[in-house]
């Protein structure tokens, strides 16, 4: 009796994450953090999860529809100004399916491009702020999981979630906007809604603006702070890279003769069109101070012009440089998570 009343004192002891000490010795406190994060931010993980089904199913349903207008009225490639052969007679449709299916896109389009800054505002900056400025933290990191572990945990469960509806909610997208994306809805995609919203880039954005909010969270230590350090950081990338992305690839360059048409197609991104002159070198009409009121054909010829240039990003660029901007995104988002753990092995030890 006596022998049996021992053991049962010396056994495990219940925890402040809800395991025993038995457990707590072996690797099952990560379990039992990942089930307190859970607890604490389920409510906004959730909302996330069935936002993005939500969306993905409300996509669905405007390809199907998208398609159905377009095979009606053979709209394939086309725009409202277009010089494809098959597309002579089809301005109106065009115009009929921008009113109809525009604003939806666009709505898509703005939701994914702001989703990584509403991800560090709501999941990011209050992941461990809110634990530091209430004190909540003291009481987890007095039990057997260390301060990395219980990051470690804080971290990865929202980053599992966030990976997984933003990929989501991308890949529809794309399957969207490869139907009516483009020519026919003019949403084209090196606009900054829509390179924004395709492919890798929301994701390595939205993957930024989480870890980026924990950092700003354990440097600030307050919640509503944190999450405006969050929105600064986030607008401040995402604009550098909207100026960086033309250089992140080399453009397509096309020369034509002194008396040719210039003309890109719908899908090309032009970052630049002039004059070439006989030795190579490239103006512009504000170069060279020639005015269609004036002789025109002379003042060109006076600067020895034989030929026209046209730098572009083809629609073939898209993804090279999609691919490129999130690698360099995600390298960053690495980067910042190196800095969260060092602070926290810092300050918690």
């Known amino acids: 009796m006596t022998t049996t009343a021992h053991r049962r004192a010396s056994g495990p002891r219940p925890t402040a994450d809800g395991t025993g000490g038995r457990q707590a010795a072996g ?45 009606a009225h053979h709209l394939a490639g086309c725009s409202m100004i277009s010089l494809v052969p098959h597309c002579a007679g089809t301005q109106d449709a065009v115009i009929a399916f921008r009113a109809e299916f525009g604003s939806s896109l666009k709505l898509i389009e703005t939701g994914l491009f702001l989703l990584p800054a509403l991800i560090g505002l709501f999941i990011g900056a209050p992941l461990v702020a809110r634990e530091l400025e209430t004190g909540t933290h003291q009481l987890v990191l007095t039990q057997s999981v260390g301060p990395l572990r219980w990051l470690t945990a804080k971290l990865a469960l929202p980053a599992v979630f966030v990976l997984t509806a933003v990929s989501g909610l991308s890949a529809v997208f794309t399957w969207l906007w490869q139907v009516g994306g483009d020519e026919v809805s003019g949403a084209y995609w090196y606009s900054t809604l829509g390179f924004g919203a395709l492919g890798p880039v929301p994701v390595a954005y ?138 926290m092995r810092r300050r918690h030890g």
């Open 27 to 71: 690797r099952a406190p990560l379990s039992g953090v990942l089930w307190l994060a859970w607890r604490q931010h389920r409510l906004v993980l959730g909302v996330l999860l069935a936002g993005a089904a939500a969306t993905a199913v409300w996509c669905a349903v405007l390809r199907g529809r998208m398609a159905g207008v377009i095979d």
């Open 206 to 343: 939205a993957l930024l603006g989480l870890v980026a909010g924990v950092l700003a969270g354990l440097l600030l230590r307050r919640t509503v702070a944190s999450m405006a350090a969050t929105l600064a950081a986030v607008v401040v990338v995402q604009v550098a890279f909207q100026q960086l992305r033309p250089a992140l690839l080399p453009v397509a360059t096309s020369r034509f003769g002194l008396g040719a048409a210039v003309q890109a197609p719908d899908s090309g991104w032009v970052q630049g069109q002039g004059y070439l002159t006989r030795a190579g070198a490239r103006l512009t009409g504000d170069d060279m101070g020639c005015t269609p009121n004036g002789d025109f054909a002379a003042c060109l010829r006076s600067h020895d012009v034989t030929g026209q240039f046209l730098d572009q990003h083809p629609e073939s660029h898209h993804w090279p440089l999609a691919w490129t901007e999130s690698g360099i995104v995600l390298a960053l988002a690495l980067l910042v998570t190196v800095l969260v753990f060092r602070v």
